[in-house]
């Protein structure tokens, strides 16, 4: 491992990620963007950490179907503890109970470790610690802009001043709101943590899985969920900042954000196993980025809060990760035309006009709203935008983008047809033509013998991959077969795919872009070359760390780990290639 030895814990408010040996490396509040509280992840000093005397050993997991991390520990005399951590998520008088709290559980197991944690959170992303002001059974930090308590059974006096102790019998810590408890530390622990166990394994056990990788497909749907900020339905592309694509490379972005791009790969692979509320949810979030935009630009990211300034700066407090900076907070994304944006936001809504599963179905005056967006794609389909990879300075007519915006209007001809408009339905539908014949006229390439990166251009670009996804093409169609050919010989190392090879604002990429990868499976499969597809997502599925998380980025040559981490589009690749891959239950029961 590299660094990304990390669990993740969190409940839909918070997330925090904890490494193999039982430490906070990184935890934000009050919520996924909020201030770094633990940020050892990017080289500060902010932690809440456990040190064991005479440690030899060490594994980490998921209890079975939950978000709830184990850690173990032993040491050279037999000594033996685990560290359960988890952020409670239960329901209770009618609604999901998901605090700005994480919890801490040291558990013995054998004989008596002599252990130290280590707890000194700080504030202006490490600039400074906070002030840790002393209760009977409890630790207050309150600069005035940022309040929390961690309430302990534990020595208060040994965990402030970082003194080695014997643990003799088990200790909680609850981090969270700066008021007292309702009842001691260690009750409400252990019925927080039943209640969150059985929420997860409830929602586990709703999920309809394909036969074949289950653990994997049940650990990448309960870690999208985690990304999910509930209070407003925002999918947050990862939970970190700044984690580099390959060490040096400058390419350390905020992802801690909602790209609509990412929200909808991600809401469309939970809706691929059942698991309805995260659309329910999203639908409030983009319904009200559609309001807002009025019929003109959408950006192709907004805060989860829907916060429409993400100014991007440099953080000059930490070093980053690996001490490869540099470290940023916000993203110039923001800034950027990305035409494919109008058709993600159709494509992740679409389904709720048909699912008759949902509480509440949009209808025509839903409908009425989105056609303002299908409008914007029809006005730019074959206009330069920064494209699917966010180029800062390149500006190209990207087939990717193209394609979306056909997706956009060949969606809403198929909604306006299922609401009974047929008059809407021809009209979107002649449009969806429109670009489609301008796709296929300038996007192929004889030379190349593929369709490629850009309108009239020769580069070769992974994400064109999706157009037999989405149905642009069927994946018969001789074009695609040549494409995915091309992208196999050309972008293709080992059982990894590069978005791209060609120089961009940074160079030359480094590492394979492992969403892309997963893309390059479906397509595989969809060209009929079956077992090769099953043989890389093996491989695929055996570089994920220890607890089955995937980062962005691959490195072919070292097999580490590299990006923004847990990164959604990943995990919504396990979950995509193991429904197309598995065997059906149909032939096994």
Excluded at 196 to 207: D, E, F, G, I, N
Excluded at 347 to 370: H, K, T
Excluded at 523 to 549: C, K, P, Q, T
Aim: glycine fraction near 8%.
């Amino acid at each position: 491992m590299n660094g990304l030895d990390l669990g993740v814990v969190g409940n839909g408010t918070i997330a925090g990620l904890v490494n193999s040996v039982g430490n906070y490396q990184w935890l934000c509040l009050p919520r996924f963007d909020g201030e770094p509280v633990f940020n050892k992840l990017l080289g500060g000093g902010g932690q809440f950490d456990i040190w064991m005397d005479g440690l030899v050993s060490r594994s980490q997991s998921y209890d079975d179907n939950t978000a709830i991390l184990r850690t173990r520990l032993e040491a050279e005399d037999g000594a033996i503890m685990e560290i359960v951590d988890f952020a409670p998520r239960f329901e209770t008088r009618g609604r999901v109970f998901r605090p700005a709290s994480i919890v801490r559980r040291f558990h013995v197991v054998a004989g008596t470790p002599r252990i130290r944690i280590t707890l000194t959170p700080e504030t202006d992303w490490g600039d400074r610690k906070l002030p840790a002001v002393r209760g009977v059974n409890h630790i207050r930090f309150n600069d005035g802009e940022l309040a929390f308590r961690v309430t302990t059974d534990a020595p208060v006096s040994y965990v402030l001043s970082g003194t080695s102790f014997l643990l003799e019998q088990d200790v909680s810590f609850i981090l969270g709101a700066d008021e007292s408890l309702t009842d001691t530390v260690d009750v409400i622990t252990l019925d927080w943590e039943e209640r969150t166990r059985q929420y997860w394994t409830k929602w586990a056990r709703s999920l309809a899985v394909p036969y074949e990788w289950q653990d994997a497909a049940i650990r990448a749907a309960i870690t999208l969920k985690l990304c999910v900020f509930e209070e407003t339905g925002g999918i947050v592309a990862a939970l970190t900042t700044s984690i580099p694509e390959h060490e040096g490379s400058e390419r350390n972005w905020d992802y801690r954000f909602c790209w609509i791009r990412d929200a909808y790969f991600t809401v469309s692979a939970l809706n691929r196993l059942s698991a309805m509320g995260t659309l329910e949810h999203y639908m409030r979030w983009v319904r009200n980025i559609v309001a807002q935009s009025k019929g003109g630009h959408i950006q192709p990211v907004y805060g989860i809060g829907l916060e429409s300034d993400l100014t991007e700066e440099q953080v000059t407090n930490l070093p980053g990760f690996r001490h490869t900076g540099p470290v940023r907070r916000g993203n110039q994304a923001a800034e950027h035309i990305q035409h494919d944006v109008y058709g993600q936001v159709v494509l992740g809504v679409s389904q709720s006009f048909f699912d008759s599963r949902l509480i509440s179905r949009p209808g025509i005056a839903e409908f009425r709203q989105l056609e303002p967006v299908g409008e914007r794609a029809f006005a730019v389909h074959d206009t330069p935008d920064a494209g699917i990879w966010e180029f800062r300075t390149i500006a190209e007519v990207h087939t990717s983008s193209a394609i979306m915006c056909w997706a956009a209007c060949d969606r809403l001809s198929k909604i306006a047809a299922h609401l009974g408009l047929p008059d809407r339905a021809t009209y979107w539908s002649e449009r969806a033509e429109i670009i489609h014949r301008t796709i296929l006229e300038k996007a192929w390439s004889p030379k190349v013998g593929a369709f490629t990166a850009s309108f009239g251009g020769e580069t070769l670009d992974a994400s064109v991959l999706l157009m037999a996804e989405i149905g642009f093409v069927p994946a018969s169609d001789e074009r695609y077969v040549a494409t995915v050919e091309a992208i196999d010989s050309t972008l293709r190392e080992g059982n990894h795919v590069y978005r791209y090879k060609t120089e961009d604002d940074f160079g030359r990429p480094k590492t394979a872009f492992t969403a892309c990868t997963f893309w390059h499976i479906d397509a595989l499969y969809r060209v009929g070359r079956i077992d090769e597809a099953r043989e890389m997502f093996e491989s695929v599925l055996a570089s994920r760390n220890h607890v089955g998380l995937l980062s962005e980025d691959f490195d072919p040559s070292t097999s580490e780990l590299w990006g923004n981490f847990p990164q959604t589009y990943c995990m919504v690749g396990i979950i995509n290639s193991a429904a197309l891959l598995s065997k059906p239950w149909s032939t096994v029961i």
